[in-house]
């Protein structure tokens, strides 16, 4: 009979002085602990990052450094402005 590794469980066992949840080893026959973080992770693998695209072939560089550089202008062009404004 192969040696098994003991497991964790968050149930604790039953103790008549002390009611605090303790983490305690479980036996083979137990089914693992249910948990919502590992069922998300199982719904956001396929989500995972080599399965998405590059930037570089979504959008041209051209167009990146537009709006980038348009959108800085029209900033600093408020900016100036409205300090124009308050004088």
């Not at 080893?25 to 990052?49: I, K």
């Not at 709006?67 to 100036?80: E, H, K, V």
Request: glycine content about 6%.
């Amino acid at each position: 009979m192969p040696v098994l590794q003991p497991r964790h469980s968050i149930l604790p066992d039953p103790s008549p002085a002390d009611d605090a949840p303790v983490p305690r080893l479980v036996s083979g026959e137990e089914d693992p602990v249910f948990s919502p973080v590992h069922a998300l992770q199982q719904e956001l693998l396929p989500l995972a990052p080599g399965n998405a695209q590059a930037a570089d072939t979504l959008y041209p560089l051209w167009l990146r450094v537009a709006i980038i550089g348009g959108s800085s202008a029209f900033a600093w062009a408020l900016i100036i402005w409205g300090v124009l404004r308050l004088h």
